[in-house]
């Protein structure tokens, strides 16, 4: 081999492997990002859920200090499992 060849050699691996170590640090950030955003995604969901339990529990005791305890029972069993106006389909 001459000189030119073994050159021309040593900077194709040197570019290949440049390429691959640049290739997998992308993939490294894209899926730190992904895992960050989940994270974050699921931290949110636990706070708003927590805070659907509180306002359920306030609601709770507000109709029972109006209504009997277990007339508010009969409501909030009534209201959670009837369908939302937006989700009846109507034909005609």
Not at 30 to 42: M, P, Y
Not at 59 to 83: D, F, M, W
């Amino acid at each position: 081999m001459d000189a030119f060849s073994e050159w021309q050699l040593c900077v194709s691996v040197t570019l290949t492997v440049l390429f691959l170590m640049v290739l997998l640090h992308l993939l490294d950030r894209q899926t730190e990002l992904s895992s960050r955003t989940e994270f974050l995604w699921q931290t949110k969901l636990s706070s708003e859920e927590e805070g659907v339990d509180t306002m359920r529990g306030i609601n709770k005791i507000l109709l029972e200090n109006i209504l009997p305890a277990h007339v508010a029972e009969h409501y909030l069993l009534a209201v959670r499992g009837a369908p939302s106006s937006h989700a009846v389909r109507l034909t005609n």
